[in-house]
């Protein structure tokens, strides 16, 4: 509007009759408006502009455990903490202009992969242990943990359990070292245990019977269960197998129904990933090419 009125010299009253608005609104609008009108016309907070009080609510929104909180949590901080009594518009604004509040729509940052498939070229070099479970037909929870060898997909290990302890975990882990002939630390070394991060695993007694054995202990990845693919894929085709198929009365049913299916697995069921070979064949085959 100033910009036409000033290249074609024309007056308010005629400018409010093109475009049929009242003078004084004309007015307003052409009105030159002097330099830094604006900086002077914008208000101006005595609390929020404080370089104390901005001192405080950054160095509180930057702890560690204080990164997700809102301007709400802070501002009750300040007051808990400082006895500050703030308005919460004015916390808002502080952390708003310092760049220290939450999107309102937040997602969950994705966590990195942090192990690599295991790529074992002999056995006993690379295991992996999980735990499943399945009812009764008295609807008692029974616990499955299972530790195969990811280069030969030799089950090694197993215990089934009423309960779900690190007691089990070792149990397992034990039958795995006395089926392959492993009693020494010495036979253990190059031996690495990948599991998940669950209680059993990563509780103190599981990781000092691993240190005791000499095995090297690792962990998957969070939320990524494919870096533990070679158990739980065991474990899927002893469901689809076996328990899925039949109703166990008692513990010592599963347990012997489960013993068998282990045998027959090691022994006679042919897997693809192996040349369609059984997992003692060709774990047998691998220790006559070594050999020779």
Not at 81 to 97: A, D, I, Q, S, W
Not at 140 to 149: C, H, K, P
Not at 229 to 246: D, G, H, P, S, Y
Request: proline share 4%; aromatic share 10%.
């Amino acid at each position: 509007m100033t910009e036409i009125r000033q290249e074609h010299g024309l007056s308010v009253r005629r400018l409010s009759s093109v475009f049929e608005e009242p003078v004084s609104t004309v007015g307003r609008w052409v009105k030159m408006r002097p330099q830094g009108f604006a900086e002077r016309r914008r208000r101006t907070c005595p609390v929020s502009g404080d370089s104390e009080v901005r001192c405080m609510i950054r160095a509180l929104c930057q702890e560690d455990r204080h990164l997700t909180w809102g301007y709400r949590r802070i501002r009750a901080l300040c007051k808990r903490r400082y006895g500050l009594c703030l308005n919460h518009k004015t916390v808002h604004r502080v952390m708003r202009e310092e760049g220290l509040g939450r999107p309102k729509v937040w997602h969950r940052p994705l966590r990195p992969r942090r192990v690599e498939k295991m790529t074992p070229t002999r056995p006993c070099q690379g295991w992996q242990v999980d735990m499943t479970s399945f009812q009764l037909s008295c609807l008692t929870t029974l616990f499955l943990v299972v530790v195969i060898d990811c280069f030969s997909r030799r089950i090694v290990g197993w215990t089934l359990s009423r309960r779900c302890r690190a007691g089990e975990w070792t149990a397992a882990v034990r039958m795995g070292l006395e089926s392959e002939g492993l009693f020494t630390k010495e036979l253990c070394t190059g031996l690495t245990l990948r599991s998940d991060n669950g209680a059993q695993p990563c509780s103190r007694k599981f990781v000092e019977y691993l240190g005791k054995c000499g095995i090297k202990g690792q962990y998957t990845g969070y939320d990524a269960p494919d870096d533990n693919a070679f158990v739980e894929r065991v474990i899927r085709t002893i469901k689809e197998e076996e328990v899925w198929l039949n109703s166990y009365e008692t513990l010592w049913e599963a347990h012997a129904a489960i013993e068998r299916y282990v045998d027959y697995y090691n022994q006679e069921r042919i897997h693809s990933a192996l040349g369609y070979r059984t997992p003692n064949e060709y774990a047998a085959t691998s220790c006559t090419q070594k050999a020779a």
